[in-house]
């Protein structure tokens, strides 16, 4: 039998009005990747604060042993004295220090209170090697990519001498490649000894690396499975994680494709800090009425900066071009002029630009639509109310009601907020960016539902998606960018990974054909 690392029985955690936590108990093995996973809101990342002392001891019922012995973490710090580190999902990271500053924040290499620096640098480019990351400890983290930032994570759980690593969604803001590396990690990790609990939403993930399985729903243990005891699927998961058999990822949609109303015409536009790099290349495509239309691409293509620069010239500098909507030229010099216009951008950073989240969810239904929402410069609270509750409950947004702040709902509920508040403003386009990322695939399926609702009264839809199946399964036509240009495009019924793939490879090859010897000057 193996080695018991970590046992947390019958743990109870309440919040006025609510139980978060009801009775659970788990157990973690010595050397073992356990994999924690739910919906959003089933009490994972609540579980995860109890065991790390965010949650300190008293706070909550039952006992947590690590090898054995009782545990009674009052906070962080005692827990860390222990080697339980936790990686959450938005970084700890200051992107203004360096690699080494941010590995050994709190922890600092010193003498007699001076800071070594010769140890420090030495020691992170150790535990930078460790990770696989090759970096000079001097970069500012703030000049590396997310996946690199969360390796420099890693080296720093490892700087505590970590035993028992907890990741919650490590890999929701990384493309394939890096999410693979990670996960590769993890296995080398497992090797030298260390534990770790890995909470995703990317099932296929959890199906390659965990040697165990938690499954939570509504703050109870629903289902344990041990590799090569049990049989793991993803279908078994998603049941017990929801309830309920998900025979189609993907809600059906008669789709009703009427006349062009969105259409942009040889947009071009450069890098807002280095005016000579050109970001996107004379990009051309259109959306008609009642059209989910997809854009597909690798990260750093260009499809985040190509909408943004559409919405109200959000992003780059020098922009050129036309945007037509129903046929009709526009001119957007800024978001005001977007939003009168009829069109609205769901960012793929619900936390740092989609919410205020101190504020509650009437107030961020309603911010786009205060000028509709007003009389002589004044909000009629009144309509706000009744509209704020009107959308609340089109969308299903999960809360005790429209005064409770953003900040504590699921990422799946927070989700919604960030649509529903531009569907009040019933917008003509709807740029939807990322719309899916980091929430569980029940909530996946509820936004799936309205956008088809969406499109069903007649929005166009544009649909950013890193997830290929995403792209497949909801969008009529899918244009793929690559190197800042419009690559290529696919009808529904011709668009497949491999097909979208090939069309990326073709074009990489021709560039590298066209600017042999030349620099490139396209991102």
Request: hydrophobic share 40%.
């Amino acid at each position: 039998m193996a080695d018991i690392h970590l046992e947390m029985r019958r743990i109870t955690k309440r919040f006025p009005g609510i139980t978060a936590l009801d009775q659970v108990t788990m157990q973690v093995n010595n050397r073992e990747i356990h994999a924690l996973v739910g919906e959003n809101g089933a009490g994972k990342s609540t579980l995860m604060k109890v065991l790390s002392g965010v949650y300190p001891y008293g706070s909550y019922e039952g006992e947590i042993f690590l090898n054995g012995e009782e545990c009674r973490f009052r906070d962080i710090r005692e827990s860390e004295r222990l080697g339980i580190v936790i990686i959450h999902q938005e970084l700890a990271l200051i992107p203004y220090l360096s690699i080494a500053e941010n590995i050994f924040l709190g922890n600092e290499q010193a003498k007699n209170n001076i800071i070594d620096w010769f140890k420090t640098s030495s020691r992170a480019r150790e535990l930078l090697a460790t990770v696989g990351l090759d970096e000079n400890p001097a970069t500012l983290v703030g000049n590396i990519g997310v996946g690199k930032q969360q390796l420099v994570e890693i080296a720093k759980a490892l700087a505590k001498n970590v035993k028992l690593l907890i990741l919650d969604e490590p890999t929701a803001a990384l493309n394939d490649k890096e999410s693979n590396q990670l996960l590769d990690l993890l296995i080398q990790l497992k090797s030298e000894g260390i534990t770790s609990i890995l909470i995703s939403h990317k099932l296929k993930e959890v199906e390659k690396v965990a040697d165990a399985i938690t499954v939570i729903r509504d703050g109870r243990v629903i289902d344990n499975l041990i590799k090569g005891n049990d049989e793991i699927d993803e279908d078994r998961i998603i049941k017990s994680m929801v309830g309920r058999e998900l025979t189609n990822r993907f809600p059906e949609r008669e789709t009703q494709v009427g006349q062009t109303v969105f259409e942009v015409r040889n947009w071009s536009f450069y890098h807002p800090q280095h005016e000579n790099r050109l970001v996107i290349n004379k990009a051309n495509f259109n959306v008609r009425k009642g059209e989910v239309v997809g854009f597909a691409g690798l990260m750093g293509a260009g499809r985040t900066e190509l909408v943004m620069s559409l919405f109200g010239k959000s992003y780059g500098k020098r922009h050129s071009g036309q945007i037509l909507l129903n046929g009709s030229e526009i001119v957007m010099n800024s978001v005001s002029d977007a939003i009168d216009n009829g069109i609205a951008y769901v960012t793929e950073d619900r936390k740092g630009y989609g919410l205020i989240l101190i504020d509650d969810i009437r107030h961020n239904l309603s911010l786009p639509s205060l000028k509709n929402l007003s009389n002589s410069g004044m909000v009629n609270s009144s309509e706000e109310v009744l509209s704020a509750e009107k959308y609340r409950k089109k969308i299903s947004i999960k809360c005790s009601g429209i005064d409770q702040n953003v900040d504590n709902l699921s990422g799946g509920n927070q989700q919604k907020v960030v649509l529903g508040k531009w569907i009040m403003l019933e917008p003509e386009v709807l740029i939807l960016d990322e719309p899916t990322r980091g929430i569980d695939v029940g909530a996946k399926y509820e936004i799936y539902q309205i956008i088809n609702q969406l499109a069903a009264e007649g929005k166009s839809i544009i649909m950013i998606s890193s997830e290929m199946p995403e792209l497949l399964g909801m969008c009529d036509r899918i244009y793929v960018v690559a190197g800042g240009e419009i690559a290529g495009e696919l009808d529904r019924q011709k668009a497949s990974q491999e097909s979208i793939m090939k069309i990326i490879m073709s074009h990489q090859n021709q560039s590298k054909e066209i600017s042999h010897g030349q620099p490139q000057t396209v991102l």
